[in-house]
Nanobody
Protein backbone atom coordinates (compact mmCIF):
# COMPACT_ATOMS: atom_id res chain seq x y z
CA UNK A 1 0.00 0.00 0.00
CA UNK A 2 1.32 3.39 -1.01
CA UNK A 3 1.53 6.20 1.52
CA UNK A 4 2.43 9.80 0.77
CA UNK A 5 2.81 12.07 3.78
CA UNK A 6 3.60 15.78 3.77
CA UNK A 7 5.03 17.77 6.65
CA UNK A 8 6.56 21.15 7.38
CA UNK A 9 3.66 23.50 6.82
CA UNK A 10 2.88 26.34 9.17
CA UNK A 11 2.43 30.05 9.63
CA UNK A 12 5.13 32.41 8.40
CA UNK A 13 5.40 36.12 7.74
CA UNK A 14 5.73 37.49 4.25
CA UNK A 15 9.34 37.29 3.11
CA UNK A 16 10.01 34.27 5.26
CA UNK A 17 10.87 30.69 4.37
CA UNK A 18 9.52 27.21 4.92
CA UNK A 19 10.66 23.78 3.85
CA UNK A 20 8.08 21.15 3.11
CA UNK A 21 8.92 17.47 3.17
CA UNK A 22 7.09 14.55 1.60
CA UNK A 23 7.84 10.96 2.49
CA UNK A 24 6.56 8.19 0.24
CA UNK A 25 6.43 4.49 1.00
CA UNK A 26 5.11 1.39 -0.69
CA UNK A 27 6.50 2.30 -4.09
CA UNK A 28 9.84 2.33 -5.90
CA UNK A 29 10.42 5.97 -5.09
CA UNK A 30 13.30 6.54 -7.50
CA UNK A 31 11.10 5.49 -10.43
CA UNK A 32 8.46 8.13 -9.76
CA UNK A 33 8.14 11.75 -10.74
CA UNK A 34 7.34 13.69 -7.57
CA UNK A 35 5.28 16.84 -7.67
CA UNK A 36 3.93 19.56 -5.45
CA UNK A 37 0.56 21.16 -5.99
CA UNK A 38 -1.38 23.69 -3.95
CA UNK A 39 -4.96 24.72 -3.46
CA UNK A 40 -6.04 28.04 -2.01
CA UNK A 41 -9.56 28.59 -0.62
CA UNK A 42 -12.08 28.97 -3.42
CA UNK A 43 -9.52 28.12 -6.10
CA UNK A 44 -8.64 25.07 -8.12
CA UNK A 45 -5.62 22.95 -7.32
CA UNK A 46 -2.59 24.22 -9.22
CA UNK A 47 0.82 22.88 -10.11
CA UNK A 48 3.80 24.21 -8.16
CA UNK A 49 6.86 22.11 -9.00
CA UNK A 50 7.93 18.63 -10.05
CA UNK A 51 11.13 16.63 -10.19
CA UNK A 52 12.00 13.52 -12.18
CA UNK A 53 14.14 10.56 -11.25
CA UNK A 54 17.16 12.15 -12.94
CA UNK A 55 16.52 15.39 -11.00
CA UNK A 56 15.10 17.25 -13.98
CA UNK A 57 12.71 19.80 -12.51
CA UNK A 58 10.13 22.31 -13.58
CA UNK A 59 8.27 25.09 -11.80
CA UNK A 60 5.14 27.16 -12.13
CA UNK A 61 5.90 30.72 -13.19
CA UNK A 62 4.43 32.03 -9.93
CA UNK A 63 7.13 30.33 -7.84
CA UNK A 64 10.10 30.26 -10.20
CA UNK A 65 13.18 31.73 -8.55
CA UNK A 66 11.65 31.47 -5.05
CA UNK A 67 10.92 27.76 -4.61
CA UNK A 68 13.29 24.83 -5.07
CA UNK A 69 12.28 21.21 -5.35
CA UNK A 70 14.74 18.43 -4.51
CA UNK A 71 14.66 14.74 -3.75
CA UNK A 72 16.61 12.22 -1.69
CA UNK A 73 15.99 8.78 -3.17
CA UNK A 74 17.81 7.11 -0.28
CA UNK A 75 15.22 8.57 2.10
CA UNK A 76 12.23 8.27 -0.24
CA UNK A 77 11.63 11.96 0.38
CA UNK A 78 11.03 15.03 -1.75
CA UNK A 79 11.42 18.56 -0.46
CA UNK A 80 10.09 21.96 -1.39
CA UNK A 81 12.17 24.87 -0.14
CA UNK A 82 10.04 27.99 -0.23
CA UNK A 83 11.75 31.37 0.10
CA UNK A 84 10.50 34.95 -0.17
CA UNK A 85 7.01 33.78 0.66
CA UNK A 86 4.06 35.97 -0.23
CA UNK A 87 0.51 36.03 1.14
CA UNK A 88 -0.68 34.65 -2.20
CA UNK A 89 1.33 31.49 -1.50
CA UNK A 90 -1.15 30.66 1.25
CA UNK A 91 -2.71 27.29 0.41
CA UNK A 92 -2.84 23.63 1.26
CA UNK A 93 0.21 22.06 -0.35
CA UNK A 94 -0.08 18.54 -1.70
CA UNK A 95 2.63 16.08 -2.64
CA UNK A 96 1.99 13.57 -5.42
CA UNK A 97 3.74 10.73 -7.22
CA UNK A 98 3.50 9.90 -10.92
CA UNK A 99 4.85 6.78 -12.60
CA UNK A 100 6.00 8.61 -15.71
CA UNK A 101 9.17 8.70 -17.79
CA UNK A 102 9.03 12.48 -18.03
CA UNK A 103 8.24 15.31 -15.64
CA UNK A 104 4.52 16.04 -15.71
CA UNK A 105 2.58 19.03 -14.46
CA UNK A 106 -1.12 18.17 -14.64
CA UNK A 107 -2.80 16.67 -11.60
CA UNK A 108 -4.60 13.91 -13.49
CA UNK A 109 -1.24 12.40 -14.44
CA UNK A 110 -0.36 11.71 -10.83
CA UNK A 111 -1.16 8.35 -9.28
CA UNK A 112 -0.80 8.90 -5.55
CA UNK A 113 -1.51 11.89 -3.33
CA UNK A 114 -0.87 12.97 0.21
CA UNK A 115 -3.41 14.60 2.50
CA UNK A 116 -1.82 18.03 2.30
CA UNK A 117 -0.16 20.46 4.66
CA UNK A 118 -1.34 24.00 5.33
CA UNK A 119 0.94 26.92 4.55
CA UNK A 120 -0.21 30.34 5.70
CA UNK A 121 1.73 33.50 4.88
CA UNK A 122 0.76 36.60 6.81
CA UNK A 123 1.25 40.10 5.44
Amino acid sequence: QVHVVESGGGLVQAGGSLRLSCAASGLTFSAYVMGWFRQAPGKEREFVAAIGWKNASTYADAVKGRFTISRDNAKNTVYLQMNSLKPEDTAVYYCAAAFKSRVVTTSNEYDYWGQGTQVTVSS
